[in-house]
C-alpha cells in the first residue's frame, strides 16, 4: 500500500493531462442536500390525501424539516447514492360538521415524521411518526384517517425519492441536460448563408468574422522547458510507447510514422503524427476523451540544442477548448498543468534529466 501522498498519479484526477474522470474510474460526488429539499417538496408538500370520504378532508402542508446529508458517487459508471435525513411534513384535516345539528367545521393540524431515511436501509419502509396536535376525539380521528390513507401515500413518495438517488439524482440530471444543451448548440452554430447579392468585400469581411468567432472560446498554451540530455533522446522517449508508459506508469500506443495515431494516458488522449523531425520537431493532432466531439488541437514542440548535453523544448499547444463536454471550465488549467507535471517533470524525475 503506497504511503500517504504518494499514490500513483494514474488514479489522481487533477493530475491527468485534461482533469478529466477518464471511465468513471475516479470518484465523482454530487451534494444532493438541496436537490433532495426539492425534490422531496415536490412529492410530498400541498397533496390532497382525503378529499370529503365520511366528511374529511386532509392535506399534506409544508416541507417543515429535512436535515442531514445526501451525496450521489460515481466511480467507473457505477452509482453509489448516500443519505441519512430526517425528514417533517406538516398536514391538515378537518370535519365537516352535521349541518342540520348546526356543527360547524373542525380543523386540527400535525407532522408527519421520518426520523431516519437511509441508503442503508433502501429497501425497507422507513419508520413513519404521525402526530397530531389536538389529542381530542377529532384530532384522533383525524390522525387515525391519515394514517390509514396518509402514511401509504408519503411512504409511496419516499420510495420515489430513493429510487431517483439510486439511478443518480441530480447527477443524472445535470448530465443529460448538458447533453441537451451541447446538441442545442451545436445546432445554434449553423452559419445562415448571405445573399448572392451582396459585395465581394461584405463577403470577405463575413469570412474573417467567421473564423474569428469559431476560435472563440479556445486557448493556447504555450511552455519552455530545459533538460540536461540530448535533443534526440528527449524526442526518442517522447515517441517511444515504452518509455511513455515508463514515465507516466499509464499504458500508451504510439506510432512513429507521420500520419500515424497514438493514445497515452489509458486512452484519455488519442491523436495523429502530422510532422515529425527527429531531434527538432514534433507536431501532432491532440484530443482528450472529455472535449465536446469533433474537437481536435495541435501539439507543437520545438527542439533546441544551445549547447551539448542541454536540450530546451518549445511547446505550443493551440486550440484548447475552455469547457469539456460538461460544461467544466477547467480544461486549459488542467492541460497546462499535465504537461508540466505528469510529461516534462516526470521526465527529469525518471530519466534524470534535470537542471
Known sequence: MARLGEG???????????????????????????????????????????????NIKIRTKN????????????????????????????WEGEVKGDEDAGTSVMKVEGNV?????????????????????????IGKRLKDAFVAKGKPFVLEQVKSYV?????????????????VVKKTSGTGNVAVAAPVTTAVVD??????????KKKEGFKTITMTEKFSCRAKDLFEILMDENRWKGFTQSNAR??????????????????????LQEGKLIVQKWRFGSWPDGLQSTVRIVFEEPQSGVTVVKLTHTDVPEEDRYGNATVVENTERGWRDLIFHRIRAVFGFGI
Do not use: Q
Not at 429510487?163 to 441536460?177: L, S, T
Not at 463577403?203 to 474569428?212: G, I, T
Open 163 to 179: 429510487n431517483a438517488m439510486a439511478k443518480g439524482g441530480p447527477a443524472k440530471e445535470e448530465g443529460e441536460v448538458k447533453k
Open 63 to 90: 416541507l417543515e424539516k429535512l436535515e442531514g446529508e445526501a451525496y450521489v458517487n460515481i466511480r467507473k459508471g457505477k452509482i453509489i447514492p448516500g443519505y441519512e435525513l430526517n425528514l417533517v411534513l406538516s
Open 254 to 275: 504510439i506510432s512513429k510514422e507521420v500520419g500515424g495515431e497514438f493514445t497515452i494516458f489509458d486512452g484519455s488522449v488519442t491523436g495523429t503524427n502530422v510532422e
Open 113 to 137: 415524521e421520518f426520523p431516519y431515511i437511509a441508503d442503508e436501509n433502501a429497501d425497507e419502509d422507513p419508520e413513519v411518526k404521525v402526530t397530531v396536535k389536538d389529542e381530542g376525539p
Open 203 to 212: 463577403e470577405k469581411a463575413k469570412v474573417v468574422e467567421k473564423k474569428e
Open 8 to 54: 500513483d498519479k494514474r488514479w489522481i484526477v487533477e493530475d491527468r493531462p485534461d482533469g478529466t474522470n477518464v471511465h468513471n474510474w475516479h470518484w465523482a460526488e454530487t451534494d444532493c442536500l438541496e436537490w433532495s429539499r426539492s425534490f422531496l417538496t415536490n412529492l410530498l408538500a400541498n397533496k390532497i390525501v382525503i378529499d370529503g370520504e365520511g
